[in-house]
């Protein structure tokens, strides 16, 4: 984790106010993580460098698809796949939430891009995209070690023409 996103922790106080919901210091680190990924590493184009940061080297693609790889090179894979079919890509995150208790983070995030390369086996588009998913990690000693990703692929199949009309 990079020197100021250590200090923004370290420093917190021990709770912080959201929403009305008091937040431990393991909550204001889940959310930081998130943070580092998505802002500085997505919006930053800078992956591979945060992926070190916030993965831990055995971490595991919890969603059911047959040919997941894990660890890193798991991460990288589906970094590299997606920065080749969005490599304008951005993301904002819409709500972030925490829980210590199960050592669990969540958010729900909204993805702008242009389709410029191959999404799986669909050929580039050239189409302008918004969609939205929702991503839980389960966080060991300060890293994601399992995630979890639910994609509006309805949504971004629609925008890119997929889908029959009618």
Do not use: C
Not at 17 to 25: E, F, H, K, L, W
Not at 36 to 62: K, P, S, Y
Not at 125 to 144: A, D, L, M, P
């Amino acid at each position: 984790m990079r020197a100021g996103h250590v200090a923004a922790i370290m420093t917190a106080s021990a709770i912080e106010r959201d929403s009305g919901r008091t937040m431990t210091v393991d909550a204001v680190e889940y959310r930081e993580l998130v943070r580092h990924w998505i802002e500085d590493g997505w919006n930053g184009n800078n992956n591979e460098a945060v992926m070190l940061d916030v993965f831990a080297a055995d971490w595991i693609d919890g969603n059911p698809e047959l040919d997941a790889i894990h660890g890193h090179a798991g991460v990288r894979d589906f970094v590299t796949r997606y920065r080749a079919a969005f490599p304008d890509v951005r993301l904002a995150i819409e709500r972030i939430i925490a829980d210590p208790e199960t050592k669990q983070v969540a958010f729900r995030w909204i993805a702008e891009a242009t389709h410029l390369g191959l999404l799986g086996d669909i050929e580039p588009t050239g189409r302008r995209v918004r969609f939205s998913g929702v991503t839980i990690h389960r966080v060991e000693h300060g890293k994601f070690v399992e995630s979890w990703n639910e994609v509006d692929r309805l949504g971004l199949f629609a925008q890119l023409g997929l889908l029959p009309s009618g």
